[in-house]
Each structure stands twice: as structure tokens, then as C-alpha cells.
């Protein structure tokens, strides 16, 4: 066997829907990372049940081959095929990449190449398919916008059915199609997308579904015959979060919030449940606690899981909605907490609004509920942090540890205290603030590994500070980044988001022979520069996000929304659900 | 008990020996049909499967039990290949009062092995195991090589290919490893997806029995 996990290319999943059907339009949903990344995300499941529900499409899969496959392509000169039908990428007629991750850019130069793409749209005739991006990193498209023909904004759900039906009707006419395409809510045309001094202007309005009940969702998803990395099926509660976090793009990017209703769920986790075998079925929105009648969820999809000998998976609560009542009956592995920061002040400015007694009340509930591994995530490098907010998340992790001794207990306690690398992120409060060198942040994490070292029990693991960086800089760069990326790719870097195949230095080389300084994207921005994703309309308007800035820099925090709207302007895009009074925010 | 003999073809040749236990496992689920799990906060599925088999073979003879109070072999049948992925097909369903225990009886394994060549050289593959052969086996303490005639019970070769039988179970002629060999000590061309298991055999009282007479045996 000269591949490592063939099957990753084969295909054959149950489930798997009618691939021979007549069909008008040709689809392939690609996803720059392995099989069982991309088989784990729900995006992805979506938009292949959508697709292929329309009589008019067929919708195929490609992924990232791992390089033991990729050199085989190359040395053979075979083109990256679909894993359905083993078709050539460049005879679709469309082609949607799902971007979930800055990382993930070259791969996704690295699949045109095996593909036998040109990299960018204009280079491209109308003998190419037309090619689209979509995810969670168009949140800022502009350093891969100049790659492809259409890049959508918001969910892919609400646009992908009127680019098919637009594209049956303009035949093969790549331009009248795209000029089309421009004036459907969520579709931005970086081609034909008006620019001053290098920055785009054209208004783009992001998509949005209303209703989320009546949104379709794979009930009969594909079941993949090698392990996976989520390997359970898979139950989305509601879009979007109520907290605020002003580190978090998710939070204002799924905005508004929008429910699916309990009756929806029990129906879709029933379904699910007949349809896949899995072993276990999980839940998954942004902060899962937050739902409104979360208990009535949970019971009656246990009910049900538990009939079928089915594991529910607990979601990862928030500290302040943790209750005894959710884990009560829960298999006992480990507990996942997020604070984010040492300190209370800096939680203050980064409004994660979780207090040191919230923190100890929890744990307390928790070693009592019968846990004694514990999973702590926090940042380092966020805006204002200070040396004393590091040495705070020592002294909770020793809390901790202090909470647990004070009683006799059969089984050691294990802390695993993971940090990741603050990144500023387009669509928050923190777009405009600086990011810390990288000597910085590996003092940083110096600091606290010293720190930690003295506490029994605690594993630190850290996220690479390189890595972190160049996040930041595709993060908020502009379109010249595609320079950067592309000879990167050219230079050989592929699989950056694994350890094992990142190598700094040629993103390095890459900065450095396109002349672009990669510091230079790291800067404070000023709240009057326009900023490469401001021709976006995400809802959430950006007065908002600059109030939200100075409450952060004066240390205020902002309640969540659940009860009271703090009026962020997403209305403007949909109504949101809120727990107390349903007036328009 | 309710044991069935499935294939492993088409793109499922390609599972682990682990893939192959967990996606028959979802199919079973599928199935719906009454299953005994183990207790504890942490069922699993009773079930039993052959011996893992060589990434790559294609074989019509995979053998699986599981423990439930279904009793309808040919209602299995209908309800396991609906709701499996291609390739794992079952053919054969018994019911039995006891544990077959397969995986732990099985001494043999027969195989086609698909070849146009191997005819010219019939004389010499059907002695071959008259006098020690020796092959490259990997173990816990390293790689040697090891004389494995003992293990080659039969071989017989015509214009279609080789029909070999050999041992499989506790002790093994792994038919990757055999082929390869075959290929380099006589410059034959055999691939991997020219294998084919056609069945699995356990010994009753000194002789062969394949699996499926020998479970219907115990009904
Ligand atoms: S709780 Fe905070 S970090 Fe989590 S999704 Fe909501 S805003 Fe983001
Ligand atoms: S509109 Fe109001 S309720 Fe909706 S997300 Fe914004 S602040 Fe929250």
C-alpha cells in the first residue's frame, strides 16, 4: 500500500445520495484539510445534503489529499479527482471551497495545483469551473478574494441555491453570470468589486437565514467508514452567541441568534439517530448552555439516546450555566472550562463574564459530581494584559488543585491548562488592537510554564507562537496577501495547521521576496482607518464594535444579551430570539 | 447468537481490521435490531469478528456474532444489507443456542489468486511447500526469516491464477507477505487486489470444515 488510509479517497459511505441522478449542474464541495477534518464539520455535511437535494445538482466531495497522495498525483500526472466519482475537479462546473481556517490557505493552492487550476480568477477562461468560498474566514475574504470568482458572506445555506439557479440560466457566461451573481445578497465578485487605494468598496450585505426551523439539515448525513475526527452525529442548537466576548469572531459573525425549537430538535435527534448508528450523539452551537430550555433538550434527547444505547456527548458549558442538574448522569471523562484570563479585570476587558466565586462554585459542583480532570483553556497577548493577569491563571489552576485536597479523594486531580495566542480578529472589538511580538508571546508562555511548574497535577500545553502570528496577519491583511500566500505554496508550505509540516521559515522567505513586511500587519489600527473588510455589511455595526472597544479599554464589561438587547445592530439582518421580550433589538 | 459471514470488496478492502468492526457496528445499529451491550457507564456492543485480515485482500468470507434475541436469518439478511455501505454485504446468516467462537477455531484460509503467469511456473508452486521456503516475518523482536512451508497446506495453479490454502488464525501465512515473496522469488506480477479469501476453516476432528458447515453443525 504505497497511501497511508486509502480509504480517506474511496468513498463509498452509507447514506451516500444518488450520484448517477440526471442533473443539470455539477458540484464539488472541497475543504482544504484531511478527510476526517472535513468529514467532522457540520458546514460541510449541510451543504452537501442541500446541494444534492436539488433535483438539478449532483454535489460531489474533494478534500486535502494527505502528501504521501499528493506526490503520487504529481508523479503520475493524474489531476485531483472527487472521491464520488472519481471526476477530474476541473470538470465541474462549480467548485466551493469551505474556508474554516488562515491556515489552511495554501492547502487550499495546493488542491488547485493538483488540480491543474490556475490560482486566480482572472487568469482563469470559461472552460474553468466557477470557483467559490465560503466559511467562517470570509469574515476578512480579502487575502484570498483575487483566487476566486465568488466569495459568499454569510450562510451558504440561503445563497447557494439562487447561484445554481442563476448559473443554469446564464449558460456558460462566466461575466454575465458573475455580474449577476454580485446583486444576490452575500455574494461578493472580488473581479468586478470596485477598490480605492488597493481597498475594496463595493458593499456586500452578509446572508442570513431567518428561520433556522425551517432551514434544511442532514438528517441522513454521510457515515464515513474510517474514524473520524467527531465521530458522532451531530445536533445544532442555534446560531449565533449571546455573550460578547470581544475576542470572538464567531459570536458576531453568526449573529443574530437564532433558535431551532426543542420540537425541531427531538424530531431531527430521532432521525439522526435511526439513520446514522453512531455510537454517540453530540450537541453543538457556540456556547450550548445558553439555550433556552437546555434541561428539556438535554432530558429528552438522552431519553432517546439512551433507549438506543447512544452516549450523549455533554456540551462544554459556560462556568456561569454550569449546573450539577446537566451532569448529573453524564459519563465522567473530563470538564472543559474556558476563563480566558487570570485576572477579573482583564476578564472585564475582554468580557468574559465568569468571576473567581464562579469559577470556585463550579469546581466545587464538579469534584462533588465526581470529576477529577479538568480542561482549562486561556489566552495569552490579549489587550492590556499584564504579567500579573499571567501569574492569575497559575493562582486559579492552584485554586484548583486547593479546592480538590481539601477533602480525601480516591484519584488524583489532573489539570490540562492549555493557552492559545490571543489573535485580533476582523468583526470584533479587538480589530483594531495590536498583536504582541513573537518574542513576547514566548515570554509569555516562559512565564507560565515557570509558574505552573510548581503546581502538582498540571499539564501545560501551548499553542506555537508563529503560528499565532501569521493567523493574525491573514487575519486583517488585504488582498496584496495573496502574493504571500501563493509563494508560500510556491515555496512548499502546505498543512500549516499541522505541527509536523509547518515551517516558518518559508512563510518567512515568502514575506520577504513579495516585499510585504509582516509586522507591519500586526500594528494598532486607528478607529478612523478603513479597514480591508469594511465594505462588508456584517449587521453588527461597526459603532457598536468601536463602543465596544472603549468599554473594554476602560475595563466595563457589557451584559450578555439573552435578556436585554445591547443593540448591536444585527436586527437590521433578521430578529433575533431573545429569553425576555421579543421586541425588535 | 447470530452469526453472519459478510465480503470485504470494492472500496471497503481498503478499512483496517478496526474501521471494519466499527462501521459494521453502525450498520448493525442501523438494523435496529435488539442487541445485547455490555453493562456499565460505557456499553459497547457484544460482538465477535474474524481475525484481521491483510489491507488490500478482498474477501467473501468475513465472519461476525453478535449477541441478540433476533432469530430470523433470512430477515436479518434483508435488514444488514440495507443498511450497510457497499462492499460489506452479507451472504449467510445462522442462529445458534452458542458462542461459535470463530476467531478462535479458525486454522485456515483459502484464496484465488488471480495470475496469468503463474501457469508456466505450476510445477514448481505446487511442490513449494515439499521443502523449506523461507520469507520475510515481522514480529515483536524484529524481522527474520522463517520457514514457512508448514504453513502452505495446498497449492494448486492454473491459467486463471493460484489457488492457495494456508493457515490463518492463531498462527498465520500473512497473504500480503506471501504474494510479495512469490513475486520476487519468481518474477510474478501479483497485486494486492488480484487476492480474493473465498473461505475460512476450522478443524473438527483433524479435518477442515468451513466455517459456514461448521456453524450449521451447531444449530
Ligand atoms: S461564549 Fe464568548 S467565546 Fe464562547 S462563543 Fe460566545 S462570545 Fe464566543
Ligand atoms: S440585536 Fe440585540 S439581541 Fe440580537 S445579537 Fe445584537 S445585541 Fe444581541
Given at each position: 500500500m504505497r497511501v497511508e488510509k486509502p480509504a480517506r479517497y474511496t468513498g463509498g459511505e452509507y447514506n451516500t445520495p444518488d450520484m448517477d441522478k440526471e442533473h443539470k449542474l455539477s458540484f464539488c464541495l472541497c475543504f482544504a484539510d484531511v478527510y476526517e477534518v472535513a468529514m467532522s464539520n457540520l458546514g460541510i455535511a449541510i451543504l452537501y445534503d442541500i446541494l444534492n437535494k436539488d433535483k438539478d445538482i449532483v454535489c460531489q466531495r474533494c478534500f486535502a489529499p494527505w502528501p504521501d497522495m499528493g506526490e503520487l498525483l504529481k508523479e503520475h500526472n493524474i489531476p485531483l479527482m472527487s472521491i464520488e466519482k472519481r471526476k477530474p475537479l476541473k470538470d465541474f462546473d462549480m467548485i466551493g471551497f469551505s474556508l474554516q481556517y488562515e491556515m489552511a490557505y495554501t492547502n487550499m493552492l495546493y488542491m488547485l495545483d493538483l488540480a491543474h487550476i490556475p490560482f486566480r480568477a482572472k487568469d482563469r477562461s470559461d472552460d474553468y469551473p466557477i470557483l467559490i468560498a465560503g466559511g467562517p474566514c470570509t469574515a476578512n475574504p480579502e487575502p484570498f478574494a483575487d483566487f476566486f470568482d465568488i466569495v459568499y458572506i454569510g450562510?451558504?445555506?440561503?445563497?447557494?441555491?439562487?447561484?445554481?439557479?442563476?448559473?443554469?440560466?446564464?449558460?456558460?457566461?462566466?461575466?454575465?453570470?458573475?455580474?449577476?451573481?454580485?446583486?444576490?445578497?452575500?455574494?461578493?465578485?472580488?473581479?468586478?468589486?470596485?477598490?480605492?487605494?488597493?481597498?475594496?468598496?463595493?458593499?456586500?450585505?452578509?446572508?442570513?437565514?431567518?428561520d433556522l426551523n425551517k432551514a434544511p439539515y442532514p438528517t441522513k448525513p454521510l457515515i464515513p467508514n474510517l474514524e473520524i475526527v467527531?465521530?458522532?452525529?451531530?445536533?445544532?442548537?442555534?446560531?449565533?452567541?449571546?455573550?460578547?466576548?470581544?475576542?470572538?469572531?464567531?459570536?458576531?459573525?453568526?449573529?443574530?441568534?437564532?433558535?431551532?425549537?426543542?420540537?425541531?430538535?427531538?424530531?431531527?435527534?430521532?432521525?439522526?439517530?435511526?439513520?446514522?448508528?453512531?455510537?454517540?450523539?453530540?450537541l453543538s452551537s457556540l456556547s450550548t448552555g445558553d439555550y433556552e430550555d437546555i434541561y428539556g433538550v438535554i432530558a429528552d434527547i438522552k431519553c432517546l439516546a439512551d433507549s438506543k444505547n447512544v452516549n450523549l456527548q455533554m456540551p462544554s458549558l459556560r462556568l456561569d450555566s454550569f449546573s450539577a442538574k446537566l451532569m448529573k448522569g453524564a459519563r465522567k471523562s473530563s470538564l472543559t472550562f474556558a476563563p480566558e484570563a487570570g485576572t477579573q479585570r482583564l476578564r472585564n476587558v475582554i468580557n468574559k463574564n465568569i468571576t473567581?466565586?464562579?469559577?470556585?462554585?463550579?469546581?466545587?459542583?464538579?469534584?462533588?459530581?465526581?470529576?477529577?480532570?479538568?480542561?482549562?483553556?486561556?489566552?495569552?497577548?490579549?489587550?492590556t494584559e499584564?504579567?500579573?493577569?499571567?501569574?492569575?491563571?497559575?493562582?486559579?489552576?492552584?485554586?484548583?488543585?486547593e479546592i480538590y485536597y481539601r477533602k480525601r479523594r480516591n484519584r488524583a486531580l489532573s489539570i490540562n491548562?492549555?493557552?492559545?495566542?490571543?489573535?485580533?480578529?476582523?468583526?470584533?472589538?479587538?480589530?483594531?488592537?495590536?498583536?504582541?511580538?513573537?518574542?513576547?508571546?514566548?515570554?509569555?508562555?516562559?512565564?507560565?510554564?515557570?509558574?505552573?511548574?510548581?503546581?502538582?497535577?498540571?499539564?501545560?500545553?501551548?499553542?506555537?507562537?508563529e503560528v499565532s502570528k501569521l493567523e493574525g496577519v491573514f487575519a486583517r491583511g488585504g488582498r496584496e496577501l495573496s502574493y504571500v500566500i501563493e509563494n508560500a505554496y510556491n515555496n512548499g508550505c502546505r498543512f500549516d495547521g499541522w505541527d509536523e509540516h509547518f515551517n516558518y521559515d518559508l512563510w518567512l522567505k515568502a514575506f520577504e521576496s513579495t516585499g510585504l513586511d509582516m509586522e507591519s500587519y500586526s500594528?494598532?489600527?486607528?478607529?478612523?482607518?478603513?479597514?480591508?473588510?469594511?465594505?462588508?455589511?456584517?449587521?453588527?455595526?461597526?459603532?457598536?464594535?468601536?463602543?465596544?472597544?472603549?468599554?473594554?479599554?476602560q475595563g466595563l464589561t457589557t451584559p450578555s444579551c439573552k435578556n436585554e438587547c445591547q443593540m448591536c445592530g444585527v436586527s437590521s439582518l433578521g430578529k433575533c430570539r431573545r429569553h425576555k421580550g421579543e421586541g425588535n433589538a | 447468537m447470530l452469526s453472519f459471514k459478510f465480503r470485504k470488496a470494492l472500496n471497503a478492502v481498503y478499512l483496517s481490521h478496526i474501521d471494519i468492526l466499527k462501521t459494521i457496528n453502525k450498520?448493525?445499529?442501523?438494523?435496529?435490531?435488539?442487541?445485547?451491550?455490555?453493562?456499565?457507564?460505557?456499553?459497547?456492543?457484544?460482538?465477535?469478528?474474524?481475525?484481521?485480515?491483510?489491507?488490500?485482500?478482498?474477501?467473501?468470507?468475513?465472519?461476525?456474532?453478535?449477541?441478540?434475541?433476533?432469530?430470523?436469518?433470512?430477515?436479518?439478511?434483508?435488514?444488514?444489507?440495507?443498511?450497510?455501505?457497499?462492499?460489506?454485504?452479507?451472504?449467510q446468516c445462522h442462529i445458534t443456542q452458542t458462542k461459535p467462537n470463530i476467531a478462535g477455531k479458525v486454522i485456515a484460509s483459502d484464496y484465488f489468486i488471480k495470475n496469468d503467469k503463474a501457469v508456466e511456473i505450476k510445477e514448481i508452486l505446487e511442490n513449494i511447500?515439499?521443502?523449506?521456503?523461507?520469507?520475510?516475518?515481522?514480529?515483536?523482536?524484529?524481522?527474520?526469516?522463517?520457514?514457512?512451508?508448514?504453513?502452505i497446506y495446498r497449492i494448486k495453479a492454473d491459467a486463471d491464477g493460484i489457488y492457495l490454502l494456508s493457515a490463518f488464525g492463531n498462527t498465520n501465512l500473512r497473504c500480503d507477505r506471501f504474494t510479495e515473496k512469490l513475486n520476487q522469488a519468481f518474477n510474478l506480477d501479483i497485486k494486492l487486489r488480484d487476492v480474493t479469501r473465498l473461505n475460512q476453516y476450522v478443524d473438527q476432528n483433524g479435518e477442515l470444515k468451513e466455517v459456514g458447515e461448521y456453524i450449521k453443525g451447531l444449530l
Open positions: 450562510e451558504g445555506e440561503e445563497v447557494n441555491s439562487k447561484l445554481c439557479k442563476l448559473y443554469l440560466e446564464c449558460g456558460k457566461d462566466k461575466r454575465s453570470f458573475l455580474r449577476e451573481a454580485a446583486k444576490i445578497d452575500g455574494v461578493y465578485v472580488p473581479l468586478l468589486a470596485e477598490t480605492k487605494n488597493g481597498i475594496t468598496v463595493t458593499k456586500v450585505k452578509k446572508a442570513v437565514i431567518k467527531h465521530d458522532r452525529a451531530v445536533l445544532e442548537l442555534f446560531r449565533g452567541c449571546y455573550a460578547g466576548c470581544r475576542f470572538c469572531q464567531a459570536c458576531f459573525f453568526y449573529r443574530p441568534i437564532r433558535y431551532r425549537d426543542k420540537e425541531t430538535l427531538v424530531d431531527y435527534a430521532k432521525k439522526l439517530l435511526h439513520n446514522t448508528g453512531h455510537e454517540e450523539i453530540g473567581d466565586e464562579d469559577i470556585n462554585k463550579s469546581m466545587e459542583i464538579a469534584f462533588e459530581t465526581g470529576y477529577s480532570n479538568i480542561k482549562l483553556y486561556f489566552m495569552l497577548g490579549l489587550p499584564t504579567d500579573e493577569d499571567i501569574l492569575g491563571i497559575a493562582e486559579i489552576a492552584n485554586r484548583i488543585n491548562l492549555s493557552t492559545a495566542m490571543f489573535v485580533p480578529k476582523p468583526l470584533t472589538p479587538f480589530q483594531w488592537v495590536e498583536q504582541i511580538s513573537i518574542d513576547e508571546m514566548l515570554r509569555k508562555q516562559i512565564l507560565l510554564r515557570n509558574e505552573l511548574k510548581r503546581i502538582k497535577g498540571v499539564k501545560y500545553n501551548w499553542h506555537t507562537a500594528r494598532q489600527r486607528d478607529l478612523e482607518e478603513r479597514l480591508p473588510w469594511d465594505f462588508i455589511d456584517f449587521g453588527v455595526k461597526k459603532s457598536y464594535l468601536i463602543k465596544e472597544y472603549k468599554k473594554a479599554m | 450498520t448493525l445499529r442501523r438494523t435496529h435490531i435488539p442487541i445485547d451491550y455490555s453493562r456499565g457507564f460505557n456499553p459497547h456492543m457484544l460482538i465477535n469478528m474474524s481475525q484481521p485480515l491483510s489491507l488490500g485482500i478482498e474477501s467473501l468470507a468475513e465472519w461476525a456474532t453478535v449477541q441478540t434475541s433476533y432469530d430470523d436469518p433470512q430477515g436479518f439478511l434483508e435488514l444488514y444489507n440495507n443498511c450497510c455501505p457497499q462492499g460489506l454485504e452479507a451472504s511447500n515439499k521443502k523449506p521456503f523461507f520469507m520475510e516475518v515481522k514480529s515483536k523482536s524484529g524481522v527474520y526469516e522463517k520457514d514457512v512451508s508448514p504453513l
